[in-house]
């Protein structure tokens, strides 16, 4: 076990994430998107042959926030994959 990406959200036409402010992005997609936001980085997630993170607290400490978008997504090892 490992971290991983999580918290994919599928079916979104449109996406804002603003802050305290009203700062921030929009966007919209001709067709629906997949999408998600994190804490961490790809690089954070990548378990590389070095790293030896195998909780979500093993992960770094980000202020930033990675918005991950995605025309399309599939599973790995289902029925229908």
């Known amino acids: 076990m ?3 990406e999580s918290g994919n959200k599928t ?9 305290s402010l009203g700062s921030g992005v929009e966007i ?3 067709q629906p998107l997949n999408f998600s936001s994190i804490n961490h980085s790809a690089e954070d997630l990548d378990p590389g042959s070095t790293k030896k993170q195998q909780h979500p607290a093993d ?3 980000r202020k930033n926030i990675y918005l991950i978008l995605d025309w399309n ?8 994959s």
């Not at 997504?73 to 229908?80: I, V």
């Open 2 to 4: 490992r971290p991983q």
């Open 11 to 19: 079916d979104v036409r449109w996406i804002r994430l603003t802050d």
């Open 28 to 30: 919209t997609g001709l």
């Open 59 to 61: 992960l770094p400490k």
């Open 73 to 80: 997504q599939r599973g790995l090892g289902g029925d229908d």
